[in-house]
């Protein structure tokens, strides 16, 4: 395999990601697109990491970073949506456009 078909599903999965990202109004599908485009940054960087001149690890170091780094996203982002959603009774995104509750 060459790689071409890795950056094409990167490309794909970014893209998607970044549809569901600025279309949607649902906070939750907005975290989940949000982690399809960090997956797809991963899929490119191990891509790049195996298919260079010099095979090294530090792709696969920056996608187990950019792993980690998802990992806190999502759970400081679920608690900010859970406390959201006690407070205003929704998971809109609109409805979080104030500071105040």
Known sequence: MTLQPFLALGAILFGIGLFGALTRRNAIIVLISIEMMLNA???????????????????????LFN???????VAVGLAILLAIFRAKNSNDIRDMNSMKW
């Open 41 to 63: 940054s991963n899929i490119n960087l191990v891509a790049f990491s195996h298919f260079a001149v010099n095979v090294t690890i530090d792709g696969l170091v920056y996608a």
């Open 67 to 73: 792993i980690a780094l998802a990992g806190a996203e």
